[in-house]
């Protein structure tokens, strides 16, 4: 069966669908093929075209559990399920989904606030730092605050996702042919920690340019 992996929690703006699109997009560069599901009704499906991805429309319960299936019945593939915000029953549910949640911050006191009581609704979850200032003397205050507010979880807090402006085009309908180096850079990092807390190894085979549906 395939890794499910979780993006949720219960705050809105910390970049849930961005880190997504930018884990799918990075396990993809490794070498693995990998679906990303969207599961909020607000949200518009997305082209496979130019991706090395395969986007899937999950927004309904049934369409959910029709994913939820097929990923079962395949080995060596990756799942990335986008959460809402505001919708703890499907988070639930999603959690239930997935070998690895993640709940993805920002540098606010609302999103510490939140985060904090995610990691308490989930407790195998993981704290993703998101969108995370690259400016130095920002980056150093929101580091402080993280220590004052999350200090006592600091085992279950991941490596940041910095601020960059360029990942939104990884949500765009169609996608680019190319994206920028800043992009691909970030998203291997990423995916490269999503790896390393699931203990397994990124493929040695060449990515594939796009991936089809089984």
Not at 86 to 108: G, M
Not at 109 to 135: C, H, I, K, M
Not at 142 to 150: D, Q, T, V, Y
Request: aromatic share 4%; proline share 7%.
């Amino acid at each position: 069966m395939a890794t499910i992996i979780g993006i949720l929690g219960n705050k809105g703006g910390t970049g849930k669908t961005t880190l997504t699109h930018l884990v799918a997009h990075g396990l993809a560069l490794a070498g693995h093929r990998v679906v990303a599901a969207t599961t909020d009704a607000g949200r518009e499906p997305l082209s496979k075209q130019h991706r090395r991805y395969l986007p899937v429309d999950a927004r309904t319960p049934e369409a959910l559990e029709k994913v939820a299936a097929k990923l079962a019945n395949v080995d060596g593939w990756y799942g990335v399920l986008d959460g809402g915000a505001n919708r703890p029953q499907t988070d639930e549910r999603l959690a239930a989904l997935a070998d690895l949640v993640l709940l993805p911050f920002r540098d606010s006191p609302e999103d510490l606030r939140v985060v904090l009581r995610d990691l308490e609704r989930f407790p195998g979850a993981y704290a993703l730092p998101s969108q995370w200032p690259t400016n130095v003397w920002q980056r150093e205050a929101a580091e402080r605050a993280l220590g004052r507010s999350l200090g006592g979880c600091a085992s279950r807090i991941l490596r940041p996702v910095p601020a960059i402006s360029a990942t939104k085009q990884l949500l765009e309908i169609v996608a680019p042919v190319r994206l920028p180096p800043q992009v691909d850079t970030a998203a291997r990092d990423l995916a490269d920690t999503v790896l390393a807390r699931l203990g397994h190894r990124r493929d040695t085979t060449d990515a594939p340019a796009a991936v089809a549906a089984t």
